[in-house]
């Protein structure tokens, strides 16, 4: 007889210790990161801020590149743990421009550390990672990038940009949980971590991290949540059958069928293609319409779309190509379902054409 109390989510199997290890190198295989791989258990706007904890201190100085509201926080948290942060704010909606960190990085007597977002998945915007990173690295400044948005969607050689931190998350385009979270840490970083006076005995203390690192990555930092960390291995395995530069395709070819859609429809996107991501396309809404008359059109066709966030400018709506909606599907189901929203808006859009501008993309 069945137990109706019985659940398959009651007495899961402990995640086997003797794979942390094992999983970490794998995180590191995809940022092709010869650094140290921590793995935090909780989505990733926590390791963000043990980042930022881990890091501040009275002295330390700051330039903190603003292009949505994970970089506002960022500032926040290095600020409460006494950090001196300049913060440059790109325009709403739009990547940093690169003369702006140059002026910035020459205004400042010393910066120590530069605090900078790969892709917007708020406002589908990319920064120019590399030249930020060439400048930073030229002057001796510890570099953090949040690619928790743009791992698996952009390159990211962590290794070949010299990336100090670098944070990442699972469930954006590697389509994998978002209770567990990573980040690479190089030598130069843990001599800003490691002062005497760092944070311990905390959720938020990546220098607690670092035992499980100094102890030979034997003693586990705690107890991995078996669901979370099974997931995360199931995500890898997945995006290492296909490889990560298959992944990276993917969503590049999902973007710009996206684009090619939206451009037969008439509607051009809110950035070129240089400064787009390949998770996110937001698409300025005509003068006179709303955003929400169109998301609403879109959902009684049973698909999402969003509004931009946070700093991006309200008349922006979102078409979301990430992780497992970087498809064929997703893409021309968004594209379709904008244009229907725009004509029952009485907006005219060539909905044929954006059809066929979607599958030639995916054709060639
Ligand atoms: C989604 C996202 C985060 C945080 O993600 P959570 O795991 O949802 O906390 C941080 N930074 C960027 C750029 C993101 O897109």
């Known amino acids: 007889m069945s137990d109706p109390g019985w659940n398959p989510l009651h007495g899961l199997p402990s995640y086997p210790a ?16 010869r650094n140290d791989i921590l793995l935090v258990q909780a989505e990733a706007v926590v390791a963000l801020e043990a980042t930022a904890v881990s890091l501040a201190s009275p002295g330390l100085s700051v330039l903190n590149i603003v292009t949505s509201p994970y970089g506002g926080w960022f500032g926040q948290w290095l600020r409460r743990g006494g950090a001196t942060v300049r913060d440059i704010v790109a325009e709403p909606g739009l990547p940093i421009e690169i003369e702006v960190v140059a002026t910035a990085l020459d205004a400042a007597p010393r910066i120590d550390v530069l605090a900078v977002v790969h892709a917007e998945s708020a406002s589908g915007i990319l920064n120019p990672l590399p030249e930020i990173l060439a400048l930073a ?28 931190i670098a944070i990442i998350g699972p469930q954006k385009a590697l389509g994998g949980p978002a209770g567990v979270s990573a980040l690479s840490v190089s030598r130069r970083a843990w001599e800003l971590i490691l002062r005497d006076d ?14 499980w690192i100094d102890s030979g990555r034997q003693a586990l930092p705690g107890t991995p949540a078996p669901l979370e960390f099974f997931a995360l291995e199931t995500a890898l395995d997945r995006v290492e059958a296909d490889g990560i530069e298959t992944l990276i395709a993917r969503h590049a070819l999902a973007a710009s069928a996206t684009r090619a859609g939206l451009a037969a429809l008439g509607a ?3 950035v070129p293609p240089a400064k787009a991501s390949n998770l996110v396309t937001a698409v300025p809404v005509p003068a006179g319409l709303e955003p929400a008359a169109l998301i609403s059109a879109a959902a009684r066709l049973g698909v999402e779309l969003t509004e931009g966030l946070g700093n991006a400018p309200n008349h922006l709506v979102r078409l979301n190509h990430t992780g497992p909606r970087a498809t064929f599907q997703a893409v021309l189901a968004n594209v379709v379902a904008y244009g229907v929203a725009l004509r029952q808006a009485g907006h005219p859009a060539d909905i044929a054409a954006a059809s066929e501008a979607v599958s030639a993309t995916y054709s060639r």
Do not use: C, F, M, N
């Open 18 to 33: 003797e794979r942390y290890a094992a999983l970490a190198d794998r995180i590191g295989g995809i940022l092709q990161s």
């Open 268 to 270: 051009g996107a809110w």
């Open 198 to 211: 760092a944070p311990r005995d905390s959720i938020l203390s990546l220098a607690d991290l670092k035992r």
């Open 137 to 164: 690295r030229s002057r001796g400044i510890v570099t953090v990038v949040d690619a928790v948005a743009s791992v698996g969607g952009h390159p990211l050689d962590v290794e070949a940009l010299g990336i100090d």
